[in-house]
């Protein structure tokens, strides 16, 4: 992580913008306590041949990795819900387009970190809901009504 | 035009960074003096759902026009000669990944005016080879050796 000039950071905010990067994945996952996994994540795509551009990226951003997809897409993928922090907060003044999901994840990784019991969760899992619909989401299939129905089923909520 | 703040123009730069959006045709058009119409261009683009986006970029700027294509995109367009170069020169510092392409089209637009005799005006074309190639451009029908072709059948050059 390192600091950016205000230059720099409205550089990276037009960038987020131009793309459709930042997005939250609620996985069923029977490892974790609640069987669902909560995925925050902000990706950077571009073609292979702009794969200098990314690393520029990267560098000046100091967090998150890059990877190149079966298909050619190269990916500087932050996911770690310290750098996805960082980076948001320090770019939120220079969001225009999405502004909207970079406060709602916010406000998302906040409420991450405080759940403690399965009803905490499920409020958890409607703001993901809430933020889905802000990115047009239309292949969603695990939503807090779905959330819902497995946590009753395990006995965390009674129905 | 407007005056911008630093931030803003980084922002603009990172916008345009994260998109494949600087380019110059090379049209056949013999209402033109050396039968080829040069038409440079700078385009921002996104999904119909993110127009507020182009439209905030849009007034920012202060130039150019939106229009929404068949497909559902939509474009915020600058292709008048002036605003191509006020917007250029604005954001070349906040450039990184078409930092070349927009140096290259500055060079491009300072060349068109000073076009003289055919001579000029294929040293141009050789300029918008070279941009084409920088913009990874394949399906390129018109190029130097075809407007050579050309101003030679009509008299213009001695081949």
Same mark, same amino acid.
């Given at each position: /992580?390192?600091?950016?000039?205000?230059a720099?950071?409205?550089? &990276?905010?037009?960038?987020?913008?131009?793309?459709?990067?930042? $997005?939250?994945?609620?996985?069923?996952?029977?490892?974790?306590?609640?069987?669902?996994q909560?995925?925050?994540?902000? +990706? @950077?795509?571009?073609?292979?041949?702009e794969?200098?551009?990314?690393?520029?990226?990267?560098?000046?951003?100091? &967090?998150? $990795?890059i990877?190149?997809?079966?298909?050619?897409?190269?990916?500087?993928?932050?996911?770690? &819900?310290?750098?996805?922090?960082?980076?948001? *907060? /320090?770019?939120?003044?220079?969001? $225009?387009?999405?502004?909207?999901?970079?406060?709602? /994840?916010?406000?998302?990784?906040?409420?991450?970190?405080?759940v403690? *019991?399965?009803?905490? @969760?499920?409020?958890?899992? &409607?703001?993901?809901?809430?933020?889905q619909?802000?990115? $047009?989401?239309?292949?969603? +299939?695990?939503?807090?009504?779905?959330?819902?129905?497995?946590?009753?089923?395990?006995?965390?909520?009674?129905p």
């Amino acid at each position: /992580m390192r600091k950016l000039s205000i230059a720099q950071k409205a550089y &990276v905010g037009g960038f987020l913008d131009g793309d459709r990067s930042i $997005y939250v994945r609620l996985k069923p996952n029977v490892t974790y306590r609640f069987r669902h996994q909560i995925a925050p994540c902000v +990706v @950077f795509f571009q073609a292979r041949k702009e794969r200098a551009g990314l690393e520029y990226l990267h560098k000046l951003l100091g &967090v998150g $990795y890059i990877r190149e997809r079966n298909d050619g897409i190269i990916e500087f993928t932050i996911s770690d &819900v310290k750098s996805i922090r960082f980076v948001l *907060t /320090m770019i939120l003044p220079h969001l $225009y387009l999405k502004k909207r999901q970079a406060s709602l /994840m916010l406000k998302i990784l906040d409420k991450k970190e405080r759940v403690e *019991t399965a009803q905490d @969760f499920l409020k958890l899992c &409607v703001l993901i809901d809430a933020f889905q619909h802000l990115n $047009y989401s239309k292949r969603r +299939v695990q939503t807090s009504a779905s959330v819902q129905t497995v946590l009753e089923r395990e006995g965390f909520l009674t129905p």
